[in-house]
Antibody, heavy 118, light 109 residues
């Protein structure tokens, strides 16, 4: 059973960079034809796709966030990471990591709340 | 790009059928058979219910079905049950990125 777990600071100051890591267990991040994604959800609001990375390192990003987002993969640690620069209060959200299999997010982490505040 | 359009809320009585629409454009829903639907109970992680428009993952009840016509995708829940009360999100491939709908709250009366 594939499991994903997000980790990283729960509080980030405005204008700084948000950094999160997703650790995958139960399966090698290299096995299979999967993308590894980040999805976020502000409190009381809907889901927003942030971006994804393939094990080759190929990435796709939400056009509205593209200038501030970097997603990378570390296959040796079975992890992938999200960096979001120049954050504002609008970036406060629960951030989920997920596996994209069957052309959809079929396995999700539990989510981690990141608050942007001074 | 704008989010896909879903009704804010849909309600139905136990045993009834309801349908949630997801309106996109010719650049997303209309161009790809890659619409998925997620169920999210309050405070919980979203759960995949439908992928590739009409396919159900293993373990998802056959009371849930998906379809598409033109730029509009739909999720139908038949035999509505109390546990179906949740938020539902559609998601479509839009050519190198994914687009979510704003979400629909399903209430079981």
């Amino acid at each position: 059973q594939v499991q994903l777990q997000e980790s990283g600071p729960g509080l980030v100051k405005p204008s700084q960079t948000l950094s999160l890591t997703c650790t995958v267990s139960g399966s090698s991040i290299n096995s299979g034809d999967y993308y590894w994604s980040w999805i976020r959800q502000p409190a009381g609001k809907g889901l927003e796709w942030v971006g994804r990375v393939y094990t080759s390192g190929r990435t796709n990003y939400n056009p509205s966030l593209k200038s501030r987002v970097t997603i990378s993969v570390d296959t040796s640690k079975n992890q992938f990471s999200l960096k979001l620069s120049s954050v504002t209060a609008a970036d406060t959200a629960v951030y989920y990591c997920a596996r994209e299999g069957v052309s959809a997010a079929d396995y999700w982490g539990q989510g981690t709340l990141v608050t942007v505040s001074s | 790009q704008s989010a896909l359009t879903q009704p804010a809320s849909v309600s139905g009585s136990p045993g009834q059928s309801i349908t949630i629409s997801c309106i996109g454009t010719s650049s997303d829903v209309g161009s790809y058979d890659l619409v998925s639907w997620y169920q999210q109970h309050p405070g919980k992680v979203p759960k995949l219910m439908i992928y590739e428009g009409s396919k159900r993952p293993s373990g998802v009840s056959n009371r849930f079905s998906g379809s598409k016509s033109g730029n509009t995708a739909s999720l139908t829940i038949s035999g509505l049950q109390a546990d179906d009360e949740a938020d539902y999100y559609c998601c479509s491939y839009a050519g190198s990125f994914w687009l979510f709908g704003g979400g629909t709250t399903v209430t079981v009366l």
